[in-house]
């Protein structure tokens, strides 16, 4: 009983010294935190409403890629023959991508360009030797087929992709190239991908960059990925076609697209002092004055990453790397003569610090954090607009580009603001630029593994036999537990708790049990794709 006396004395103390610094100290704070993060929303409500509204402008006016600049298939010519083709290196790099390096490599040598006018690149920084065996035995099979294919490999990985794709350039093969087309190692281009592409760089010497999208083949894979296509989708149905259409300028997403060599040249190649090499030189390229276009009707078939550890790693590199590269290419802009002023400001404003920085900080900040703890502060002021009508309007904004998932429109909702935590986390390394901000994890790719083990296995290949195959290969709850997303879940359920108990004015308690429980769910590690060991 004296135990419990105690304890029921540290509760009472503990609400006291609460109710003591709650009105005085934590409510004028946490207003701060609201007014602020209301100023963030409303940015990015304002970015929503102008891309959508440039999106009306481009489909009523019908401003294609075509219709802006020059495009005429390129013809034979009869006295120069095949030598009127510009000569194009296809660019493969890979690291480790056992299970589907074949897919990129027959789909590059089946491209359809003149013969002696392409050279397929194959960059392999594998360090598994049965991995890097079974590349080499695949470029030298098409070899054997007349396909001009290089199989080149370095003795060490650094810079990662940026180095690889550098090192790939330094050949006396490749500097005699005019074009060059990168598609990372799960990107399966169409036959007639060089012939819908290169004639916007032949005929329009302005341009740099020729972007195709990317068409997702396992988006119906697991509820994770169904997720992840309706994010990519806005990305590639509204920025993309927004940057193209407006500014010329949109950030290369590294593969799936055809660079100039001499616009690659003149910005200063490759460079790898952030985790996003392709977004570096995109930047760098149209500071010096080259467009860029995107070509929304040319789809790549490629894979999103199904395993939750995979698009984590994924999600980290997307965030850290864009934040970085902001601290470091800010007095670049800044002093740039090159360009005007307002695309200047749009780089500055629009493409970096809303975009990047702002839409991953207060989706987790205001979402996940302020909103749960103004229900534990009933002194401040959190305006209904602020909380919901704009979050839902931009919400509805962004899943209009995948009318197909709105049925999935709450799960999205939940899914994002949970992987916001690891996105925010890893903004704020990129803008401190602390730790290992370089590191470079490549994304795990299944390819067909998952098809093959059903197939083989039938009908013993079910959820229930995966999850029993974990726990039998000695899986252990510990490996797959994520104890941010446990500690966020818990302070959410525990807000949900307390706004259901005393009745909250606004009602957010249906909105904090649903998002805990998320939290939760993926803390737990159950989410994505489960990739049984089958022996």
């Known amino acids: 009983m004296g135990d419990v006396g105690g304890v029921s004395v540290l509760v009472n103390q503990a609400i006291e010294l609460w109710l003591s610094v709650r009105a005085p100290i934590v409510a004028p704070l946490l207003q701060f935190a609201i007014n602020a993060c209301l100023v963030m929303v409303t940015m990015l409500f304002i970015e929503r409403i102008f891309m959508c509204g440039v999106m009306v402008f481009v489909k009523l006016l019908r401003r294609t890629p075509e219709s802006v600049y020059k495009f005429e298939p390129i013809r034979d010519d009869l006295e120069f023959g095949n030598s009127a083709y510009p000569l194009v290196l296809v660019q493969i790099p890979m690291y480790n991508e056992r299970e589907v390096y074949q897919l990129s490599i027959q789909a590059a040598c089946g491209l359809s360009w003149p013969a002696d006018r392409i050279i397929v690149q194959v960059l392999d920084d594998s360090t598994d030797p ?14 054997s087929k007349g396909i001009n294919i290089k199989y080149e490999i370095r003795s060490n990985r650094k810079g990662y992709k940026a180095g690889a794709l550098k090192q790939g350039m330094r050949y006396a093969y490749a500097q005699k190239c005019d074009y060059v087309a990168i598609f990372d190692a799960d990107f399966q281009p169409e036959p007639d991908f060089l012939w819908r592409t290169v004639p916007f760089l032949v005929h329009n ?64 190649g490759w460079n790898d002092r952030t985790t996003v090499e392709d977004m570096d030189l995109a930047v760098r390229a149209s500071l010096c004055g080259w467009k860029f276009v995107y070509l929304h009707d040319l789809e790549v078939k490629n894979e999103l990453p199904s395993t939750f550890q995979a698009f984590r790693f994924q999600q980290h590199r997307w965030s850290c790397g864009p934040a970085n590269l902001f601290r470091k290419v800010l007095p670049t802009i800044l002093n740039n003569k090159v360009n005007p002023l307002w695309k200047r400001l749009h780089m500055i404003y629009a493409f970096f610090f809303v975009r990047k920085i702002v839409a991953h900080i207060v989706t987790f900040t205001f979402y996940c954090m302020v909103i749960p703890a103004s229900v534990l502060v009933p002194e401040v002021d959190l305006p209904f607009w602020g909380a919901v009508y704009v979050p839902s309007t931009i919400t509805l904004l962004n899943a209009i580009t995948a009318p197909k998932s709105l049925h999935l429109l709450v799960f999205w909702i939940l899914f994002e603001n949970v992987m916001s935590l690891h996105r925010t986390k890893a903004t704020i390394i990129g803008l401190l630029d602390i730790g290992n901000v370089n590191e470079w994890i490549v994304t795990e790719k299944l390819g067909n593994l998952m098809k093959y083990r059903s197939a083989k296995y039938g009908k013993k290949y079910t959820l229930q036999r995966m999850a029993s195959n974990l726990l ?3 899986w252990k709850m510990s490996e797959r537990m994520h104890l941010l997303e446990l500690w966020t879940g818990g302070f959410l359920m525990f807000c949900a708790g307390y706004d259901f108990y005393y009745q909250g004015k606004n009602h957010f308690f249906v909105y904090l049990f649903l998002q805990s429980c998320a939290f939760l769910v993926m803390g737990f590690g159950y989410v994505g794709t489960f990739v049984p060991n089958y022996a």
């Open 205 to 268: 010497p302005e341009i740099a960059l020729v972007q195709a999208r990317w068409k997702f083949v396992n988006s119906d894979e697991c509820l994770m990925t169904k997720m992840q296509e309706v994010s990519l989708n806005y990305h590639f149905s509204v920025e993309q076609r927004v940057g193209s259409a407006t500014y010329g300028f949109f950030g290369f997403n590294g593969t799936a697209g055809v660079w100039r060599i001499r616009a690659m040249e003149e910005a200063g």
């Open 472 to 474: 039998a290969r000695g």
């Open 130 to 143: 049965t991995t890097k065996e079974l590349v080499k035995i695949e470029c030298q099979r098409w070899a």
